[in-house]
């Protein structure tokens, strides 16, 4: 896992732990000082790739952190 993975990965969890639903894109970006919507996209489907997320699609904010 990259730098910039695990520290999405390690905002996502504890945002949902505080908020009981996924932080949004433009959040995300903030948080790990990204630019465009589209490095945001790729790290998400990077960590859905390495089974640390799962994504469901066609919904905002539905970003689950895999607890197995």
């Known amino acids: 896992m990259t730098r910039k993975q695990s520290e999405l990965f390690k905002y996502i969890k504890t945002y949902i732990q505080q ?3 996924s932080p949004s894109y433009d959040e995300m970006m903030k948080a790990v000082n990204l630019k465009s919507k589209s490095g945001i996209h790729r790290l998400v ?3 859905e790739k ?3 997320i799962k ?3 066609y919904s905002a ?3 689950e ?3 197995g």
Do not use: A, C, M, W
Request: hydrophobic share 30%; net charge positive.
């Open 61 to 63: 904010r539905t970003v």
């Open 45 to 47: 489907t990077s960590l």
């Open 65 to 67: 952190v895999d607890n």
């Open 55 to 57: 994504r469901i699609k």
């Open 50 to 52: 390495q089974k640390k």
């Open 19 to 21: 908020n009981d639903f």
